[in-house]
């Protein structure tokens, strides 16, 4: 049995949830294992289910754990976080976080451009545009399906190892980036989506619509990124004080 004291200023289910995360931490539970029943963690910690439940809702809360309808409690995966404050890349993020970046090239083709393509790149009607898709991962595991569309002054792109940073690679090339904008929402897998991803078809996801432009403020790509959100999350640094109305 676990030790855990009845002391009045440190709760029991506060003391639970503490020796879980101690465990997570020395590597005794690892991510996406499921964890024992609230009965077999009463039996282990000497309580009863409520301080269990209690205890693991807490955890749930701070998303340190993570429920799974009809399946069980898990251990979360880290996330891997990326401010929307800076202008950084998938492999940039990865590596700053110190976790290994890959990619999986899928398909690179010319194609006639979409309208909102058109828009965004600001083309004519009728101009094709170089398609380039692509699956990120971040140690080992799907995150990211992307489809970038570049105007066809980008063309020598097709010639090159896509499977590496795309803007390392537009840097190496002299294009320099500047600023671009990003579009956030919500959409469920399809059929081809979840087997990417390997997660089920109809999970939500976050899609995410950019176009980046270089230094000069011409676009170089509109891209949409369809995003696993168990595996991956934006961050806004709030620089303003908040005030009440």
């Known amino acids: 049995m676990a030790e855990v004291t009845r002391d009045k200023s440190n709760p029991l289910y506060i003391q639970i949830a503490e020796d879980i995360k101690s465990r997570i931490g020395r590597g005794e539970l690892l991510p996406n294992t499921r964890i024992p ?30 429920r799974k309808q009809q399946i069980g409690t898990f251990i ?12 950084m890349g998938f492999s940039q993020t990865c590596e700053m976080a110190g976790d290994r970046p890959g990619t999986r090239f899928l398909s690179g083709e010319l194609v006639t451009a979409a309208s909102s393509h058109r828009e ?18 971040c140690n080992d595991l799907p995150v990211i399906l992307e489809e970038n569309h570049f105007p066809r002054r980008y063309a020598w792109l097709l010639a090159e190892d896509l499977n590496a940073s795309l803007h390392q690679l537009l840097q190496s090339h002299g294009v320099v ?25 109809k999970d939500a996801l ?22 696993n959100g168990d595996r991956y999350q934006y961050k806004i640094l709030a620089n303003s004080v908040w005030k009440e109305a």
């Open 37 to 66: 029943t609230e009965m077999e963690l009463g039996s282990h910690y000497g309580v009863s289910r409520i301080t269990v439940r209690k205890a693991l809702e807490l955890l749930v809360d701070e998303e340190v754990l993570v």
């Open 76 to 87: 979360s995966d880290k996330k891997l976080s990326r401010s929307l404050n800076s202008f």
């Open 120 to 137: 965004a790149l600001r083309i004519p009607e009728g101009e094709t545009v170089i398609r380039i898709r692509r699956l990120r991962y």
């Open 177 to 201: 980036l500047g600023n671009g904008t990003k579009t956030i929402g919500v959409c469920y897998a399809t059929k081809e989506e979840a087997q990417w991803l390997e997660i089920k078809e």
């Open 206 to 227: 976050i899609v995410s619509r950019d176009v980046v432009y270089d230094a000069d403020g011409e676009p170089v790509y509109s891209g949409r990124e369809i995003i």
